[in-house]
């Protein structure tokens, strides 16, 4: 199997998305975006900046029904990413917590969101040991 | 200090410096493979360039499979209620030879390679706790002499349904991520032992200290068979802990082959750690683990769920359990 990862991905995912916009860009967008589709949850999911195995993402910011649950939502990364089903897809909430999956979207949202009021999800492989 | 760890679940009272020599944890770790196979007996397969890349890793998976068959081994038999002394554990991990050509062991370190290819793996790279699960997985399927079922939960998620279904004995059908071993030769056995390997990333680049408790919880279970994983770059086998300190095997040693004879007496000395454990704070470890289960029965699998369930009230979750996948069924968003 090819490296998953082209060089145009790897320069795209050098910066975090908190670290490309300010804090009060983001909260506007939020709200913007809030208003707009209130029934919709907005989530970054990024790529760990540390991951060389897993591609990223072609779009960060998602736009998710609060009713669905995390599995649901790692399964629908994993279809993005066009993941094997073997591979390991590890997703973290706010690079420290492991996803519970059968959380819904709306309780991970009202638990762990940032202040900005984005849910900050990120993925990585597993690392290699030799 | 009580030290915990396999077959210790009660906690034992010895002091950690004389258990650590204690025959317990040398028995039941089994640690050491016995295939010296980066120096002999491979060449027909492939042709190993970096001994040292294929070494470690690939051990560390022997030692989970040997032990997984050992734990196996020592259960009574149903019928008889009598233990099966000497077991044949050697052949798991037997390399090919040529003369008779007996077949080599299914966890043969060069099949364990090669099946590492097929996920995406090449011949002499490292892999991460996820591949050797997987590996184990494909090989299991191949091993003629145990039934042994190997399920991965995929996702920090163990259904139980699927696990059901790919141990109990007579359902063909088995799902993607289980081993298809019909199980005709064994009809007497209702249930395949399980080997449960969970894959887990405990954090991003260092252990998130709410899942340490879980973590050491796990080595408390009686069905725990350790923990795959190690601190950055280098492989190791976590069978304990004490305090806030992890016991664990290092593979990174080749000890010469097991001659397979037919014999009912093998020198079996090999197949242990000729070294003594070592201890590493919790904190150095790597975030991605592989914990695994051994359940001899349905019960015992029960059991297990059980106590996880009851852990998973108390500390912090590592996985959770579900009942079926009805909940996971239509995972396809529609866009």
Known sequence: MPPLVNSTSLELNTTSFKQRKRLDSRIHEVNRVKIRYPCKIPVIVERSHREKVLPSLQKVKFLVPPEITMGQFVSMIRCRLSLPPSHSLCVMINERQMACLSMTMLEAYTGQRDQDGFLYVSYRSHEVFG | ?335
């Open chain 2, 1 to 335: 200090m009580p030290l915990k760890g396999i077959g210790l679940c009660k906690g034992c009272k010895e002091k950690p410096q004389r258990l650590a020599n204690s025959k317990s944890i040398k028995f039941r770790a089994a640690p050491e493979s016995t295939n010296a196979m980066t120096e002999k007996d491979d060449n027909e397969q492939i042709r190993v360039t970096d001994k040292r890349n294929l070494g470690c890793i690939v051990l560390m998976i022997i030692s989970q499979g040997s032990k997984c068959t050992l734990e196996r081994i020592c259960r009574p038999a149903d019928s008889s209620g009598a233990l099966r002394m000497r077991p044949p554990f050697w052949k798991m991990a037997a390399p090919r030879k040529k003369t008779d050509g007996t077949p080599a062991g299914s966890f043969y370190a060069c099949n364990q390679a090669q099946m590492g290819v097929g996920e995406g793996k090449y011949i002499g790279q490292w892999y991460g706790p996820n591949t050797v699960a997987q590996v184990l997985r494909k090989l299991a399927a191949f091993d003629q002499w145990s039934s042994m079922a190997v399920h991965i939960a995929m996702d920090n998620t163990v259904v139980t349904d699927e696990i059901r279904r790919l141990c109990r004995l007579g359902s063909g059908d088995s799902g993607p991520l289980c081993n298809g071993h019909d199980g005709a030769s064994n009809s007497h056995r209702m249930w395949r032992p399980l080997v449960l390997l969970i894959p887990l990333r405990l954090g991003l680049s260092e252990i998130n200290g709410a899942y340490i408790e879980t973590l050491k919880h796990c080595f408390m279970l009686p069905q725990s068979l350790g923990v795959i994983g190690g601190r950055p770059n280098s492989a190791h086998y976590f069978i304990g802990y004490v305090g806030d300190e992890l016991i664990y095997l290092d593979p990174h040693t080749t000890q010469l082959a097991v001659e397979p004879t037919d014999g009912i007496y093998i020198a079996d000395d090999s197949f242990h750690c000729q070294h003594p454990p070592c201890r590493m704070h919790v904190s150095e470890i790597d975030p991605s683990i592989a914990v695994g289960f051994f359940c001899s029965s349905e019960e015992d699998f029960d059991d297990w769920c059980q106590r996880i369930r009851k852990t998973m009230l108390v500390y912090a979750t590592l996985g959770y359990i579900l009942e079926s996948q009805y909940d996971y069924e239509d995972t396809k968003l529609k866009k």
